[in-house]
């Protein structure tokens, strides 16, 4: 039976530093404030968005929501970014993406203030995690993941890491957290061949590939930690399952996060923290 890797206690934990901070913030006259911008309604978003406002409130975060029809044009949606930059009473932007295809979403993120960059969107951010030159925030899941190996006390020094996805948003920003804590990182992608071999040899596997159960069995080894990020919905009562089919790696192998339950629910506990860390109340 696996320790299961659930991520309400790290989010406690987190969300606990999170409160000590607003606290402090809010005796110097500061309300650290979310700045959320959505394009569009998609029903992921509209979950995300709920989920961080919750969050947001319990701690003591405002929020402020701006919402965008989804054919908005490129030049209201940098109006936008331009209006939320120069509010000084918003101290992170959380801005969902994909945006819809007719946008340029390169230069909506590049127009981001750096230090507003709450999810680690602009170029600034990406160069900072990416150099290891510290400062700037990684994206939120990303950085969840890492939130959650360490809660459980699970070391990444020396360890061999397989990442299973190079998206800029999770694949690419978790291996270069990987890394910076001294694990050897492998990073697998849609071309990459023998992916059972290549995750049997590792000692945590991190999925992000977006496929419902597709890592089954065949792909583990006992005693290895897996952190599932999927987020996909299967069959026909669009069932919220992961990445790995949970019920047939679960007997194998030493450690795994569920999904739900697991990465998700970090995920907006690290953003409180960037929001409280923005408004200067964390390092
Ligand atoms: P994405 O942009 O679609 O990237 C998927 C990555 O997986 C790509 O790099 C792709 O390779 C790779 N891939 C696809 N099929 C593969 C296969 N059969 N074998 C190996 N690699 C494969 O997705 P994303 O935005 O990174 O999101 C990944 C998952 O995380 C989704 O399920 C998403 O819903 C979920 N998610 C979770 C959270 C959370 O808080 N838990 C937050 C955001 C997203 P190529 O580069 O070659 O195409």
């Known amino acids: ?16 530093e999170t ?7 809010k005796i110097r006259g500061i309300t650290p404030t979310l700045g959320i911008l959505r394009v569009g309604d998609r029903p992921d978003d509209m979950a995300y968005e709920a989920a961080a406002v919750r969050r947001c409130e319990k701690l003591g975060i405002e929020t402020k929501l701006v919402s965008l029809p989804a054919d908005v044009k490129q030049g209201a949606l940098m109006a936008q970014i331009a209006r939320l930059n120069s509010n000084e009473r918003i101290h992170g932007v959380l801005m969902f993406r994909p945006l819809p295809s007719h946008l340029d979403e390169r230069a909506a993120c590049a127009a981001l203030m750096p230090c507003k960059d709450v999810d680690g969107i602009t170029p600034e951010s990406a160069s900072m995690l990416y150099t290891g030159s510290g400062g700037g925030f990684a994206p939120c899941t990303a950085e969840a993941v890492i939130a959650l190996l360490e809660h459980y006390g699970i070391g990444l020094d020396g360890k061999n890491a397989v990442v299973v996805g190079r998206s800029l948003v999770i694949g690419r920003p978790v291996s270069m957290l990987l890394l910076a804590r001294n694990a050897t990182v492998t990073v697998c992608h849609s071309r990459t061949r023998g992916l059972p071999e290549l995750t049997r040899r590792a000692d945590i596997v991190v999925t992000a590939l977006g496929k419902a159960e597709s890592l089954t069995a065949d792909c583990f080894m006992p005693g290895q930690i897996v952190i599932d990020v999927g987020i996909n919905y299967s069959g026909e009562k669009q069932r919220l399952v992961g990445d790995v089919h949970f019920e047939a ?15 998700g629910a970090v995920t907006t506990a690290i953003l409180a923290k960037h929001v409280a860390a923005a408004a200067g109340g964390m390092t």
């Open 1 to 16: 039976m696996a320790l299961i890797l659930k991520g309400a206690p790290a989010a406690a934990a987190l969300d606990n």
């Open 19 to 25: 409160l000590k901070a607003v606290h402090l913030l």
């Open 249 to 263: 790696v679960e007997p194998i192998v030493g450690a795994v996060s569920p999904v739900p339950a697991g990465v």
